[in-house]
């Protein structure tokens, strides 16, 4: 019998806080969790614990963990690994139970280190302690109604306004991966709100988080970078049942021998080749990609399309050659490019030059305007709306057109649209910025490349197919190898 899932409220949106090894230097550890943890907004009950003590970023500390009154709900620890242990004694002590361990020198550090993570496991047994980490870069959840980050990453991901539901999550075997993500989605805008670094995962594993956050309705779609599974079994259930509501995409880490070597030092990964990660990301009814590139795709596609969209495409296009690589991609992506309704190429063929092409994909011309764009656009919601799942638009700007104008024209019909629409811009574009944010907030994702934009839509177009299967319990049993700890 599967073991009950945790709670982990405490580790995402505790009511209170000791942060053991607190500090007001920034390049410490401790300090750099307080700054973070302010600069979250974080609104609950701060503990700094300290030595020294006195006040630390504005908050009186406290010189042990016995001066913590009352308990708090997590407790988590930058100190020296060899103290570790000691104070996760004294935790348990003032009846803290939840501890989040930021510091390796664990499982991955040696015959020492292997000692010191036996003794961790014993002592967290003996006294009901439930831990994060160790070895990890921390947990971020930007809830609004609960700001919270226990971390020294560098920054914090955009997040999300109050009472949306396409928040992203990205649950991460690499600490430097997570990093990486927050970067991103700061400078794309992706509305990405919470992070986990799950570090040796002594008792909370990808699974555990992804279980935790697939519940919380903020969430929208997780994201997941996995090198190793402890209990695929319990992995696959968790996601099966995640999938179900929303999706899940994973980057699977080793998944070439030289690869496989690096995440078996990595996190003790047991190599598994293309063909097994395919069939178990099946089986589980994950989103697989095969790139940081396209895992960030997927967060842009799903971050605006939680529960995906269906795989028949329309390209609209005012260039040839991208609509040509539009449609290649497309159809390698197993989207369906349908033909035109009769009703829609009648009008289109009646009104657009003799020149343009009235086919899937249509082609404007480069010298269209927002008379054209407007009428193809129009044509489509009008006459195809039930032919089409999405609509793939294609501007390219020329030195004789002025943008604009096109710009505020299918910004004012997409607010409108029946059919979801997403936007790709290229060439030499002076006032990109605001045109891409004209349509952003008219609901379009917008890419700077064709080939990118047909594989969001590629991605979108297969989580619906898995999320059918996943309700329906028809995805099928594979086996995946373990990882066998050292």
């Not at 609960?146 to 991901?157: E, G, I, M, V």
């Not at 903020?218 to 259930?237: P, W």
């Not at 990964?269 to 990301?281: E, L």
């Not at 010298?367 to 501007?395: K, N, P, S, W």
């Amino acid at each position: 019998m599967p073991a009950p899932a945790r709670d982990l409220t405490p580790f995402f949106a505790p009511d209170s806080i000791a942060i053991v090894g607190a500090g007001e230097r920034a390049t410490s550890s401790g300090g750099a969790v307080m700054q973070m943890l302010r600069q979250a907004g974080y609104g609950g009950r701060v503990v700094p614990v300290n030595p020294k003590g006195g006040t630390i970023f504005g908050y009186e500390s406290v010189t042990s963990i016995a001066g913590i009154e009352p308990a708090v709900d997590l407790a988590v620890i930058v100190i020296r690994p060899d103290a570790i242990l000691e104070v996760v004694g004294q935790a348990a002590d003032r009846g803290i139970r939840n501890l989040l361990i930021l510091p390796g020198g664990f499982a991955e550090a040696g015959p020492a280190g292997m000692a010191r993570n036996e003794a961790l496991l014993k002592l967290a047994a003996e006294r009901g302690l439930t831990i994060a980490g160790p070895n990890c870069a921390g947990i971020v959840h930007l809830d609004p109604a609960r700001r919270f980050a226990a971390t020294f990453l560098r920054d914090l991901p955009p997040g999300t306004a109050p009472g949306a539901t396409n928040g992203l999550a990205f649950i991460s075997q690499s600490g430097a991966l997570a990093e990486e993500f927050i970067d991103k989605a700061n400078a794309r805008e992706l509305p990405l709100t919470s992070v986990v670094s799950v570090g040796n995962a002594v008792h909370l594993g990808v699974e555990d988080y992804l279980g935790w956050l697939g519940e919380r309705p903020e969430i929208g779609a997780a994201l997941l970078y996995v090198e190793s599974i402890d209990d695929h079994e319990r992995f696959r259930e968790v996601a099966r049942k995640v999938v179900a509501r929303k999706p899940v995409i994973a980057l699977f880490g080793g998944r070439t021998e030289i690869g496989g070597r690096a995440a078996n030092a990595h996190t003790g990964a047991i190599a598994n080749g293309d063909a097994a990660i395919d069939a178990f990301c099946t089986s589980c009814g994950i989103v697989r990609v095969k790139s940081l590139r396209r895992l960030l795709v997927a967060a842009r596609a799903f971050g605006r399309f939680p529960q995906g969209l269906g795989p028949r495409a329309l390209i609209l296009s005012n260039s040839g050659g991208p609509g040509v690589l539009c449609a290649d991609q497309a159809a390698l992506e197993g989207l369906d490019l349908a033909a035109l309704p009769n009703a829609m190429a009648d009008v289109l063929r009646q009104q657009l030059p003799a020149e343009a092409s009235v086919a899937n994909p249509i082609d404007l011309l480069a010298d269209a305007r927002e008379d054209r764009f407007g009428l193809a656009f129009e044509a489509a919601m009008t006459h195809a709306a039930q032919t089409y799942d999405m609509v793939l638009m294609i501007h390219v700007v020329p030195f004789m057109v002025d943008a604009q104008p096109v710009i505020a024209r299918l910004a004012e019909l997409a607010t409108k649209a029946p059919v979801p629409v997403m936007h790709s811009m290229m060439g030499t574009l002076p006032g990109r910025a605001e045109w891409f944010a004209t349509m952003e907030r008219a609901g379009v994702p917008m890419f700077n490349d064709v080939e990118e934009m047909a594989e969001a839509a590629g991605l979108l177009a297969r989580y619906p197919i898995l999320r059918t299967a996943a309700k329906s319990e028809r995805l099928p049993p594979v086996t995946f190898k373990d990882r066998k700890t050292p």
